[in-house]
């Protein structure tokens, strides 16, 4: 007959797949992440290209291509900005941790048009920091500077994947009047 165990590990199976829930998967394996092109021009000359450039290649519903005649849709970077801000200070007063802050905002056209709201991404992580040792700091920063980015660019492809283009007949929103 069947263990106790076998059917405790079915009855979990069958209780989180009936409340909706599945395991996260890669992109191509959920629908609900599917571009809205095939294929896009990326716009060279900010810092979280190589990122985007890199996490476009992972994808394989999404073609990136050279030649910005070629492409569905182009993906430009409309603002980045770093930030280091202190965290932590020591007992003598000294800065004992830093946080590093990076946001980055992209729009996205297709056929000359923009589809959705811009797309804004912010991520930040601490770092520790020491006196003692200021070139290793200095290169580890960077390396954390890096890894910002890259993460960046994987929330912003997760983000363009969930845009719905902008309906210019719609009417506009208008906020409530003041009493």
């Not at 395991?23 to 896009?40: C, I, N, Q, W, Y």
């Not at 930030?83 to 200070?89: H, I, V, Y």
């Given at each position: 007959?069947?263990s ?5 590990v ?12 599945h ?18 021009y ?40 770093q ?7 020591t007992r003598?007063?000294q ?12 729009t996205?056209?297709r ?6 709201e ?18 290793g ?9 890096k ?7 994987t ?15 719609a009417?506009?929103?208008?906020p409530?009047?003041?009493?």
């Open positions: 007959m069947f106790m165990r076998t059917v405790f079915a009855l979990v199976a069958l209780a989180l797949t009936a409340c909706g829930f395991l996260r998967g890669s992109p191509e394996d959920t629908a609900m992440m599917k571009m809205p092109f095939k294929s896009v990326v716009a060279p000359g900010s810092q979280i290209y190589p990122s985007i450039v890199r996490q476009l290649a992972f994808r394989p519903d999404v073609v990136r291509v050279n030649d910005i005649k070629a492409a569905e849709a182009v993906l430009r970077v409309a603002g980045e900005h930030e280091k801000e202190t965290s932590a200070l003598a007063g800065v004992a941790e830093y946080r590093l802050i990076y946001s980055v905002t992209v996205l056209e056929n000359k048009v923009m589809y959705g811009p797309v804004t991404v912010r991520v930040h992580r601490t770092f520790p920091y020491s006196d003692n040792s200021v070139l700091k200095a290169e580890e920063e960077q390396t954390v500077w890894s910002l980015r890259d993460d960046a660019a929330l912003l492809l997760y983000r363009i994947a969930a845009l719905k283009p902008v309906d210019p007949l009417p506009v929103a208008t409530p009047a003041k009493r």
